[in-house]
C-alpha cells in the first residue's frame, strides 16, 4: 500500500514554463513533508522541505504548497529551465522520536525542453 | 562538515557470487543509517535502517542482510546474489530529530 502518492510518473515542461508535481499522503501523523531532486547517476538531494504548520513555502523558484485537510502537497517550479530536468521525490515523516522513517513517493521525471 | 562515503560506485557480479558493500560517514555522531535501492525507473525502496551499534531493522524481506560494526559504518552483504538483487543502492544518514535525509553517491549493482 503506496501511503504516499505522486503524481504524475513524468511530466514534460517548456523552458520558462511552470512545473507542478503533486502528492497526496494518508496518515495524519506525518509531520515533515521534503522533497527530493535526483539526477542520473546520484543519489537524491533534498529541495525543500515544510512542516504542517505552514500552508506555503518558497525557496528561489521552488514553492512548496501545503494543504492539511485534503492532506495533500505539491511541489510548484517556477520558470522552470532545462538544468531542471531530473527526477523528483516527496515524501513524508511520521513525528516517531528520534528515528525518522521517511515515506517516499514513486517520482516523477521531469524534462524541461529548451 | 558532514561527508558520506560509498563504494564501490559500480559492481558487476555473477550470480550465486557474494556481495559486501560498505558506506561511512564522517563528522557526525550516532546517525541513523539506511541502505536504500532504486531500480531502473522506480521509486526508493528502503531496505534496512539503524539507529545505533549493532541494532538492524529489515523493512523487505529479502537475500540481503545488513550490519553495522561501528557507529559511522554500514554494510550490505549478501551471501549469493540473485539477478534480481540488481539494482541502484543507496545509503543515507540522518541526525536525530532533524528529518533530513542525506543521500551518498550510490553503487550501481549489475547481477549478471
Known amino acids: 500500500q503506496q501511503q504516499v502518492k505522486q503524481s504524475p510518473q513524468s511530466l514534460i515542461v517548456q523552458k520558462g514554463g511552470i512545473s507542478i508535481i503533486n502528492c497526496a499522503y494518508e496518515?495524519?501523523?506525518?509531520?515533515?513533508f521534503p522533497w527530493y531532486q535526483q539526477f542520473p547517476g546520484k543519489g537524491p538531494a533534498l529541495l525543500i522541505a515544510?512542516?504542517?504548520d505552514v500552508s506555503e513555502k518558497k525557496e528561489g523558484r521552488f514553492t512548496i504548497s501545503f494543504n492539511k485537510s485534503a492532506k495533500q502537497f505539491s511541489l510548484h517550479i517556477m520558470d522552470s529551465q532545462p538544468g531542471d530536468s531530473a527526477t523528483y521525490f516527496c515524501?513524508?515523516?511520521?513525528?516517531?522520536?528520534?528515528?525518522?522513517?521517511?515515506?517516499w513517493g514513486l517520482g516523477t521525471s521531469l524534462a524541461v525542453n529548451p | 562538515s558532514q561527508t558520506i562515503h560509498q563504494w564501490p560506485a559500480t559492481l558487476v557480479q555473477p550470480v550465486g557470487s557474494p556481495l559486501s558493500l560498505e558506506c561511512t560517514v564522517e563528522?557526525?555522531?550516532?546517525?541513523?543509517l539506511y541502505w536504500y535501492r532504486q531500480a531502473a525507473g522506480r521509486g526508493l525502496q528502503l531496505l534496512f535502517y539503524?539507529?545505533?551499534?549493532?541494532?538492524i531493522s529489515s523493512e523487505v524481506p529479502q537475500n540481503l542482510s545488513a550490519s553495522r560494526p561501528q557507529d559511522r559504518q554500514f554494510i550490505l552483504s549478501s551471501k549469493k546474489l540473485l539477478l534480481s538483487d540488481s539494482g541502484f543502492y543507496l545509503c543515507?544518514?540522518?541526525?536525530?530529530?532533524?528529518?533530513?535525509?542525506?543521500f551518498g553517491q550510490g553503487t550501481r549493482l549489475t547481477v549478471v
Open positions: 515544510i512542516r504542517p
Open positions: 563528522g557526525t555522531s550516532n546517525p541513523n
Open positions: 496518515n495524519t501523523a506525518f509531520d515533515y
Open positions: 515524501a513524508a515523516s511520521p513525528n516517531a522520536g528520534n528515528n525518522r522513517k521517511l515515506i
Open positions: 539503524s539507529v545505533g551499534i549493532g541494532q
Open positions: 543515507a544518514w540522518s541526525v536525530g530529530s532533524n528529518t533530513e535525509a542525506f
